[in-house]
């Protein structure tokens, strides 16, 4: 067991055991390493912001954590079938799209996650770049491998979009809607933004990259000045803090949730979910498509997760990238 594991084991134990003292003995007998190496490890713990009391006589106590997105933190209280089951944590990283990839490549398993905790290039669709300061947010990518036809994948990116706002409504208590095809929105502001990879070939999926940032407590000075559509965060709209790990435990529990619908009963519940959750059903919209634009009325969405607008003529217009924005604010 390396020493990244050995702490990982540590903490959740201590996890387990939250609020009690946990014997030397015990982690000795538990972890199959002397106690002078668990004294290490604590000291260790300790650096990166773990409060560990040592209780005399008795053992040690872990009275605090740092919030930070630790595997073991993260899965000790994570219930899920496949998703995050692997967990990969980098303090800074240029992308976890891009680490996940690399993973991905490798032969990381279906179900395995990339977590960090700032990104340097973060990025999201179009080649548009997403703030990512450290220590306030969520970014993680999450590798899949589905038996979906090639033209099934963009059904994943909906998937994202429902688990995030199904998140954010339960551990933040407020209902955000979606933003065709890959945006999170919370009073009218992008609040979580989608961004879905794969490598494929016309015979299948080889692997899906479910590439998600969410912003929980971003302060204003945080965002850049320069964006093109107006962004928030949960603190700044509610004026409350998130635990970071509560909120990506539920994050992964709804992705696990959803993708195992997905695969049994197909698209249909998980597009009802995603409509449910869209707005602009019957409203004016202008779609930037990068060739002049298209005003419509929208429709829904197709079963293969095109946008359909009512454009004035016999059938609606289908629409497969670009940018929606409502008509008046055109």
Same mark, same amino acid.
């Given at each position: 067991?390396?020493?990244?594991?050995?702490?990982?084991?540590?903490?959740?134990?201590?996890?387990?055991?939250?609020?009690?003292?946990? /014997?030397?003995?015990? $982690? &000795?007998?538990?972890?199959?390493?002397?106690?002078?190496? +668990?004294?290490?490890?604590?000291?260790?713990?300790?650096?990166?912001?773990?409060?560990?009391? %040592?209780?005399?006589?008795?053992?040690?106590?872990?009275?605090? &954590?740092?919030?930070?997105?630790?595997?073991?933190? +993260?899965?000790?209280?994570?219930?899920?079938? $496949?998703?995050?089951?692997?967990?990969?944590?980098?303090?800074? $990283?240029? /992308?976890?799209?891009?680490?996940?990839?690399?993973?991905?490549?490798?032969?990381?398993?279906?179900?395995?996650?990339?977590?960090?905790? =700032?990104?340097?290039?973060?990025?999201?669709?179009? *080649?548009?770049?997403?703030?990512?300061?450290?220590?306030?947010?969520?970014?993680? /990518?999450?590798?899949?491998?589905? %038996?979906?036809?090639?033209?099934?994948?963009?059904?994943?990116?909906?998937?994202?979009?429902?688990?995030? %706002?199904?998140?954010?409504?339960?551990? =933040?208590?407020?209902?955000?809607?979606?933003?065709?095809?890959?945006? +999170?929105? !919370?009073? *009218?502001?992008?609040?979580?933004?989608?961004?879905?990879?794969?490598?494929?070939?016309?015979?299948?999926?080889?692997?899906?990259?479910?590439?998600?940032?969410?912003?929980?407590?971003?302060?204003?000075?945080?965002?850049?000045?320069?964006?093109?559509?107006?962004?928030?965060?949960?603190?700044?709209?509610?004026?409350? !803090?998130?635990? &970071?790990?509560?909120?990506?435990?539920?994050?992964?529990?709804?992705?696990?949730?959803?993708?195992?619908?997905?695969?049994?009963?197909?698209?249909?519940?998980?597009?009802?979910?995603?409509?449910?959750?869209?707005?602009?059903?019957?409203?004016?919209?202008?779609?930037?498509?990068? /060739?002049?634009?298209?005003?419509?009325?929208?429709?829904?969405?197709?079963?293969?997760?095109?946008?359909?607008?009512?454009?004035? @003529?016999?059938?609606?217009?289908? +629409?497969? @990238?670009?940018?929606?924005?409502?008509?008046?604010?055109?």
């Amino acid at each position: 067991m390396g020493s990244n594991q050995l702490r990982e084991s540590i903490v959740r134990i201590f996890l387990q055991h939250e609020g009690e003292v946990v /014997s030397g003995e015990q $982690l &000795r007998r538990s972890l199959g390493v002397s106690r002078t190496a +668990i004294w290490k490890h604590i000291k260790q713990l300790r650096t990166q912001g773990y409060v560990i009391e %040592a209780v005399p006589s008795r053992g040690y106590r872990l009275s605090a &954590r740092p919030d930070v997105l630790l595997p073991a933190v +993260i899965k000790a209280g994570l219930e899920t079938a $496949l998703i995050a089951k692997n967990i990969e944590w980098h303090a800074e $990283l240029d /992308s976890t799209n891009v680490r996940a990839h690399v993973l991905a490549e490798q032969g990381a398993p279906e179900g395995s996650a990339v977590v960090a905790e =700032c990104q340097t290039n973060g990025r999201g669709r179009m *080649g548009r770049s997403w703030s990512s300061p450290p220590g306030v947010n969520v970014y993680t /990518s999450v590798i899949l491998r589905p %038996a979906l036809a090639l033209s099934a994948a963009t059904q994943l990116t909906f998937l994202a979009a429902v688990a995030v %706002a199904r998140a954010i409504e339960k551990v =933040c208590g407020v209902r955000v809607s979606v933003k065709w095809p890959n945006d +999170i929105l !919370l009073n *009218g502001k992008k609040i979580a933004g989608l961004l879905n990879e794969l490598n494929a070939e016309t015979e299948g999926i080889h692997y899906v990259v479910l590439g998600i940032g969410v912003n929980l407590n971003m302060v204003e000075a945080q965002f850049p000045p320069d964006l093109r559509y107006p962004a928030t965060s949960i603190l700044l709209e509610t004026g409350q !803090l998130v635990d &970071r790990v509560v909120f990506i435990r539920a994050l992964f529990t709804e992705i696990d949730s959803l993708y195992a619908l997905l695969l049994e009963r197909g698209f249909a519940p998980v597009r009802l979910a995603w409509e449910a959750l869209f707005d602009l059903v019957g409203s004016a919209v202008n779609v930037d498509d990068g /060739s002049g634009g298209v005003r419509g009325i929208v429709v829904g969405i197709a079963a293969d997760g095109a946008l359909l607008l009512d454009t004035g @003529s016999a059938h609606p217009r289908t +629409i497969y @990238s670009g940018d929606v924005r409502p008509a008046t604010l055109a």
